[in-house]
């Protein structure tokens, strides 16, 4: 069973402040990783894909990968209170047949 | 902007119904999944199609379940006999290549819930 593990939350910041999201992935033939937003009652939204280990910027998103820890995190700078949903971590290995194993997510909260 | 369309958005059906759910894939995308989210539970992994057939399945996924791409441009997911353990949020998802690295795309979702 590939695991993918992330601390459930809530977590909560101020509007404007850093929020800082985590993931662990179990799979070490795990190649493929990815951030997906999920408001209440919605699907998955997908905000950024990361390959290859170091850190890579969209707009106020920052996704880091570590693939010797085994750990992919996202940073959303500047949070704004639209950004308050649960953030998804999903991992793929082609060892797998390309599916998408799913963290149970963490709900992010951002106080105006 | 191309995105997966999901149809119903919503379904109830008794149990012991059977139930067809309806994806169109983004389209020039080849591979194509089905997960489904119970509801306060993680998104779960059901099956992935590719190239007209099944490319891989989880337990989940028995014989009660089927995929079919009737058209071309359709992706069905049919549950034969419903159970009430089957409510859940039915996602249909798609992505371009599986064999270089590639993001999934979902719909917005069919709520099914079994009475």
């Known amino acids: 069973q590939k695991e993918v593990e992330q601390n459930s939350g809530p977590l909560s910041v101020p509007e404007g402040a850093i929020a800082s999201l985590n993931c662990t992935y179990s799979?070490?033939?795990?190649?493929?990783f990815f951030w997906y937003r999920q408001y209440s009652g919605k699907s998955p939204e997908l905000i950024m894909s990361?390959?290859?280990?170091g850190d890579k910027e969209d707009g106020r998103f920052t996704a880091q990968l570590n693939k010797a820890s085994q750990y992919v995190s996202l940073l959303i700078r500047d949070s704004q209170p639209s950004d308050s949903a649960t953030y998804l971590c999903a991992v793929n290995s082609k060892n797998t047949g390309n599916q998408f194993y799913f963290g149970t997510g963490t709900s992010l909260t951002v106080i105006p | 902007e191309p995105e997966v369309t999901q149809t119903p958005s919503h379904q109830v059906t008794q149990m012991g119904q059977e139930v067809i759910l309806r994806c169109v894939p983004i389209s020039n995308h080849l591979y194509f999944y089905w997960y489904r989210q119970i509801l306060g539970q993680k998104v779960e992994f059901l099956v992935s199609?590719?190239?007209?057939?099944?490319?891989?399945k989880s337990e989940i996924f028995d014989d009660q379940f089927s995929v079919e791409r009737p058209d071309g441009s359709n992706f069905t997911l049919k549950i034969r006999s419903t159970k009430l353990e089957d409510s859940a949020m039915y996602f249909c998802?798609?992505?371009?290549?599986?064999?270089?690295?590639?993001?999934?795309?979902f719909g917005q979702g069919t709520r099914l819930t079994v009475v």
């Open positions: 199609f590719y190239n007209n057939e099944i490319s891989e």
């Open positions: 998802a798609s992505s371009e290549d599986p064999r270089v690295y590639t993001e999934a795309f």
């Open positions: 990361i390959y290859s280990n």
């Open positions: 799979d070490r033939g795990s190649q493929s």
